[in-house]
């Protein structure tokens, strides 16, 4: 069991920037996929980025350019960087590890095993 825990979440003006971490409790490097998602209020879980445990990144369309993922093998932390952030970036981000086959179809929620709390990202216009 892989215990996840986001943390970095808050209340930036639009083109403000935050880092998120997620610090898991076990090595994350070898066999797992890596993934932050996030949701709105009223919307559905989606997508933001993933990376492979080759290091191999994958991005939704609407973050190209402006998010960054990353991860520390020796911490057991991933990490999401992002900025010129806008208010539609507005929602809860999740941190989320799956089998390495995951990256496959990153985007699919039920591809991932482990799930954080959350943390609350809050862009003002």
């Known amino acids: 069991q892989v215990q996840l825990v986001e943390s970095g979440g808050g209340s930036v003006q639009a083109g403000g920037s935050l880092r998120l971490s997620c610090a898991a409790s076990?090595?994350?490097?070898?066999?797992?996929?890596m993934g932050w998602f996030r949701q709105a209020p009223g919307k559905e879980r989606e997508g933001v980025a993933a990376?492979?445990?080759?290091?191999?990144?994958s991005y939704a369309d609407s973050v190209k350019g402006r998010f960054t993922i990353s991860k520390d093998n020796a911490e057991n932390t991933l990490y999401l960087q992002m900025s010129s952030l806008k208010p539609e970036d507005t929602a809860m981000y999740y941190c989320?590890?799956?089998?390495?086959?995951?990256?496959?179809?990153?985007?699919?929620?039920?591809?991932?095993?482990?799930w954080g709390q959350g943390t609350q990202v809050t862009v003002s216009s």
């Open positions: 989320a590890a799956g089998q390495y086959l995951a990256c496959a179809r990153w985007q699919a929620v039920p591809g991932y095993d482990y």
């Open positions: 990376i492979s445990r080759t290091g191999g990144t």
């Open positions: 076990e090595y994350i490097d070898s066999r797992y996929c």
